[in-house]
């Protein structure tokens, strides 16, 4: 299923006036995805940098998004709840467990985050720095 045919049949398109997002987590869509369906996942953190290279708007809360996987195919629809922006090494524990990923730890977390964001601003010649700002946002799963 598309996205768009995912975000026509679960009625949201009705009863919701104003447009959609469709994305996929950034390093393993399949896995974070999957996390969503179950219930683990409820935020995500993003580089603000990106924001700013791409002029593109945070998000809202309010919002819907559409989850697809690695393959671009509909996984489910999400609600941002609440944004918030703050430098990387203030990320707190709280996001960090309710990202859902691996073992739910700041640690954890920012291991990987810091893996990940460096990989991606360095494709693009930007450098990761520990007071970079985060984008972090919380959501909730509306469909299935």
């Known amino acids: 299923m598309t996205a768009q045919e995912m975000w026509k049949y679960c009625g949201l398109a009705r009863k919701v006036s104003g447009e959609y997002q469709a994305w996929a987590f ?10 969503v369906l179950q219930g683990i ?15 593109e708007p945070l998000p809202q809360a309010g919002e819907y998004s559409v989850i697809v996987n690695a393959q671009n195919e509909a996984v489910c629809v999400i609600r941002t709840e609440e944004v918030t922006v703050c430098p990387f090494n203030q990320v707190g524990e709280q996001q960090a467990w309710k ?4 073992d739910r730890t700041l640690e954890y977390w920012r291991k990987v985050h810091r893996k990940f964001f460096a990989g991606e601003l360095e494709a693009v010649g930007l450098t990761f720095d520990e007071e970079m700002p985060v984008v972090c946002e919380e959501f909730v799963r509306v469909y299935p």
Do not use: V
Request: aromatic share 10%; charged share 30%.
């Open 26 to 35: 950034g390093d393993d869509p399949d896995t974070l995805a999957e996390l």
């Open 41 to 55: 996942k409820t935020a995500t953190a993003s580089a603000y940098p990106f924001y700013e290279l791409e002029n």
């Open 99 to 102: 990202e859902g990923e691996g």
